[in-house]
């Protein structure tokens, strides 16, 4: 069975503050992909990235960046320099396989993680 | 129109009504998903269809009824819900090549409230 856990419920920070979102997984697949989606209080859930498991290398895009460690099974990710409107729920997700009966086409959701960015 | 896009975005219906949500993609995707979103609950996936085919159903009650008419509209129709039926139900869409799994992009949602 897959199984994402985002432990953090919410975090609030200042403007111009970095914050980390953890993200750990767990699947028995070998071939797996994992994506982070922004959720903000409009309720579109909004596709950040996708990684898959055979691609280990961080990335960066703008103020967003993703540590993927498959050792740890965790795929972080950092906003740095916050802005107001980065405050929203963002949510880690896992998909298994592609055409494999049980996890095909199937997101695994974590829970969410609130960020409230403050002026 | 680009994106997925949903109607209505908020429906107030009582437990004896009989409504539709509706979910239109621009994205030329061959799959399409209904999710719900409860408070303080995960996204939970309720149906997937490829190619208009049905290809996952979640154990959703009978009362949630799916329909794809062509790989561009899903819809759901409801009758007799519940008051715990209340959420936002969102709608997705993927390309659906075969050997990789491709990225779900979502619509804004329709916020349901059963009374």
């Known amino acids: 069975a897959q199984k994402v856990t985002q432990a953090q419920t919410e975090i609030s920070v200042v403007e111009k503050e970095d914050v980390t979102l953890d993200c750990v997984y767990e699947?028995?697949?070998?071939?797996?992909?994992l994506f982070w989606y922004k959720q903000p209080p409009s309720g579109e859930l909004v596709f950040l990235i996708r990684?898959?498991?055979?691609?280990?290398q961080n990335e960066i895009s703008g103020r967003y960046s993703w540590n993927f460690q498959k050792s740890t099974s965790s795929f972080n990710f950092t906003i740095t320099a916050s802005q107001v409107v980065d405050s929203a729920v963002y949510f880690c997700?896992?998909?298994?396989?592609?055409?494999?009966?049980?996890?095909?086409?199937?997101?695994?959701f974590g829970a969410g993680t609130q960020v409230v960015v403050t002026p | 129109e680009t994106g997925v896009t949903q109607t209505p975005r908020h429906l107030v219906m009582g437990m004896t009504n009989k409504k539709s949500l509706k979910c239109e993609q621009h994205?030329?995707?061959?799959?399409m998903y209904w999710y719900k979103q409860s408070a303080k609950k995960p996204l939970e996936l309720m149906f997937v269809?490829?190619?208009?085919?049905?290809?996952e159903n979640n154990s959703v009650p009978s009362r949630f009824s799916p329909e794809c008419p062509n790989s561009s509209h899903l819809f759901l129709h409801l009758h007799t819900l519940q008051p715990e039926d209340s959420a936002l139900y969102l709608c997705?869409?993927?390309?659906?090549?075969?050997?990789?799994?491709?990225?779900?992009?979502f619509g804004p949602g329709t916020r349901l409230t059963v009374l």
């Open positions: 997705a869409s993927s390309q659906d090549r075969g050997n990789i799994a491709d990225t779900q992009y």
């Open positions: 699947t028995r697949d070998t071939t797996y992909y």
């Open positions: 990684r898959n498991s055979f691609d280990e």
């Open positions: 997700a896992l998909s298994g396989p592609p055409r494999t009966t049980d996890s095909w086409g199937k997101l695994q």
């Open positions: 994205l030329g995707h061959n799959a």
């Open positions: 269809y490829n190619f208009k085919e049905q290809t």
